[in-house]
């Protein structure tokens, strides 16, 4: 791996000075700026466009047929806020493949588009033209997944988004501590190569952690081999504009999109859900290799329903809940999510859950968090078959008898520490 960091470096310049003479100077580094005062920018129809947008996209918390309860509009507008925040991040601040960087565009305060608790996401922006190298230390997260996509959030429409090329930490070579490389674009090599597209527009990575209180994240940086990445060019007016019209697509058509599944998983049956292909689960930018089952649970506060399926050989599954805004449930100080490491499989291979509003006293407890309906989502990964689960509703006093008698419980207190070591495992996690 070092031979091909020095080959690497050489190329850039001499001793891999980002300050040294590069072979390939970016367009960039050599050209004047063409920016002029005829960008929408100099005037504030940028500028109004966007506040009327914004305005607009109260809708989701107050048009017809959204939840309308107090708890509900309070946790609506801060979905719309999670929503707008990320937008920025990752349309304006993520925005530039001529001078990328990773950052995070899901995390426990930026929840949207049905985000998975067990998850860290980093985005990068590219251009399909250059080349890039990505590089530190892997982490040991359960599964990393590194995927380079085309189409774009903002765009909210799923026929438009697509995987260019794709590894995960099962393909990646790495170093005796955990350092990696990666490149991507240009010439191909048998290790550790992701192809670029014409149309490739970012780079996302992709960390499941199972033991939450172990694995740690990679730490991770990308930059650009065929230019000077350093300094940043000095923003341009057309190119903040063009960033403020994706932020705008972002909150308006990518809102409506996940607005529009959300509806569309909690019109099914109550308490059913349907599978995905496998086979074509990164057709439209999802993870390779990933079983989605979604749908929805239904659930008052005398009730509970009972999510049992039989496990499949894999080495990672999970189960978690969602809120009408297909945002997750708290699962900091909720144990909203359970994933193959945290939850408890019965003797007979099958994995059995209790949605419910109050601890039924079960070590498979998912707390609905006081909504009575939601999302549910299972993820299978790389998993040998598939393994579709079933879900009943029943009365909250009844749970007991409708269990195994073998089912593992937990006391107050044991329920306690594991929430303790939750809310510690998250902070970690997203801690920078």
Same mark, same amino acid.
């Given at each position: 791996?070092?031979?091909?960091?020095?080959?690497?470096?050489?190329?850039?310049?001499?001793?891999?000075?980002?300050?040294?003479?590069?072979?390939?100077? #970016?367009?960039?580094?050599?050209?004047?700026?063409?920016?002029?005062?005829?960008?929408?920018?100099?005037?504030?129809?940028?500028?109004?466009?966007?506040?009327?947008?914004?305005?607009?996209?109260?809708?989701?918390?107050?048009?017809?047929?959204?939840?309308?309860?107090?708890?509900?509009?309070?946790?609506?507008?801060?979905?719309?806020?999670?929503?707008?925040?990320?937008?920025?991040?990752?349309?304006?601040?993520? @925005?530039?493949?001529?001078?990328?960087?990773?950052?995070?565009?899901?995390?426990?305060?930026?929840?949207?588009?049905?985000?998975?608790?067990?998850?860290? $996401?980093?985005?990068?922006?590219?251009?399909?033209?250059?080349?890039?190298?990505?590089?530190?230390?892997?982490?040991?997260?359960?599964?990393?997944?590194?995927?380079?996509?085309?189409?774009? $959030?903002?765009?909210?429409?799923?026929?438009?988004?697509?995987?260019?090329?794709?590894?995960?930490?099962?393909?990646?070579?790495?170093?005796?501590?955990?350092?990696?490389?990666?490149?991507?674009?240009?010439?191909?090599?048998?290790?550790?190569?992701?192809?670029?597209?014409?149309?490739?527009?970012? =780079?996302?990575?992709?960390? $499941?952690? @199972?033991?939450?209180?172990?694995?740690?994240?990679?730490?991770? $940086?990308?930059?650009?081999?065929?230019?000077?990445?350093?300094?940043?060019? =000095?923003?341009?007016?057309?190119?903040?504009?063009?960033?403020?019209?994706?932020?705008?697509?972002?909150?308006?058509?990518?809102? #409506?999109?996940?607005?529009?599944?959300?509806?569309?998983?909690?019109?099914?049956?109550?308490?059913?859900?349907?599978?995905?292909?496998?086979?074509?689960?990164?057709?439209?930018?999802?993870?390779?290799?990933?079983?989605?089952?979604?749908?929805?649970?239904?659930?008052?506060?005398?009730?509970?329903?009972?999510?049992?399926?039989?496990?499949?050989?894999?080495?990672?599954? #999970?189960?978690?809940?969602?809120?009408?805004?297909?945002?997750?449930?708290?699962?900091?100080?909720?144990? #909203?999510?359970?994933?193959?490491?945290?939850?408890?499989?019965?003797?007979?291979?099958?994995?059995?859950?209790?949605?419910?509003?109050?601890?039924?006293?079960?070590?498979?407890?998912?707390?609905?968090?006081?909504?009575?309906?939601?999302?549910?989502?299972?993820?299978?990964?790389?998993?040998?078959?598939?393994?579709?689960?079933?879900?009943?509703?029943?009365?909250?006093?009844?749970?007991?008898?409708?269990?195994?008698?073998?089912?593992?419980?937990?006391?107050?207190?044991?329920?306690?520490?594991?929430?303790?070591?939750?809310?510690?495992?998250?902070?970690?996690?997203?801690?920078?």
């Amino acid at each position: 791996m070092n031979r091909d960091r020095d080959s690497h470096d050489q190329r850039r310049g001499s001793g891999g000075s980002r300050g040294g003479k590069d072979e390939n100077p #970016s367009p960039r580094a050599s050209v004047t700026s063409t920016d002029t005062a005829e960008s929408a920018v100099m005037t504030p129809q940028t500028w109004e466009r966007l506040c009327d947008v914004m305005r607009d996209a109260g809708r989701y918390v107050y048009g017809d047929g959204v939840p309308s309860s107090p708890a509900d509009r309070a946790e609506g507008i801060r979905y719309l806020t999670r929503l707008i925040a990320s937008g920025i991040n990752v349309c304006m601040e993520l @925005g530039d493949g001529e001078a990328p960087r990773f950052g995070r565009m899901i995390d426990c305060t930026m929840k949207w588009g049905l985000d998975a608790p067990d998850c860290l $996401y980093l985005y990068s922006s590219v251009c399909g033209d250059a080349v890039y190298r990505i590089h530190g230390r892997l982490g040991t997260a359960n599964h990393v997944d590194v995927q380079v996509n085309h189409g774009h $959030y903002a765009a909210g429409d799923i026929s438009q988004w697509g995987t260019v090329s794709s590894l995960n930490s099962r393909d990646l070579a790495t170093g005796p501590d955990g350092e990696v490389e990666i490149l991507l674009g240009g010439k191909p090599r048998d290790r550790n190569w992701l192809a670029l597209a014409p149309n490739a527009e970012f =780079v996302l990575v992709r960390q $499941y952690f @199972g033991d939450w209180n172990h694995e740690q994240p990679a730490d991770l $940086y990308i930059e650009r081999l065929d230019g000077l990445d350093v300094p940043e060019p =000095v923003p341009t007016t057309d190119a903040i504009a063009a960033r403020l019209e994706r932020l705008a697509g972002w909150i308006e058509r990518g809102g #409506s999109l996940w607005e529009s599944m959300s509806r569309g998983f909690l019109d099914l049956e109550p308490n059913s859900l349907i599978f995905h292909d496998t086979n074509a689960s990164d057709a439209h930018g999802g993870m390779q290799g990933q079983a989605y089952g979604l749908g929805n649970f239904r659930c008052a506060p005398d009730e509970a329903v009972i999510v049992e399926f039989a496990v499949p050989d894999c080495p990672h599954w #999970s189960v978690s809940l969602a809120d009408w805004y297909w945002q997750s449930l708290d699962y900091a100080t909720r144990q #909203s999510s359970l994933n193959c490491r945290q939850a408890v499989v019965d003797d007979d291979g099958v994995f059995r859950a209790v949605i419910a509003h109050r601890d039924p006293g079960v070590a498979n407890w998912l707390d609905a968090a006081g909504h009575e309906q939601g999302t549910i989502a299972i993820r299978f990964l790389l998993a040998d078959r598939a393994a579709p689960p079933t879900l009943r509703r029943v009365a909250l006093e009844q749970v007991a008898q409708a269990l195994p008698a073998w089912t593992a419980r937990v006391t107050a207190q044991e329920r306690l520490r594991t929430i303790a070591d939750r809310r510690a495992a998250v902070l970690r996690r997203f801690r920078r």
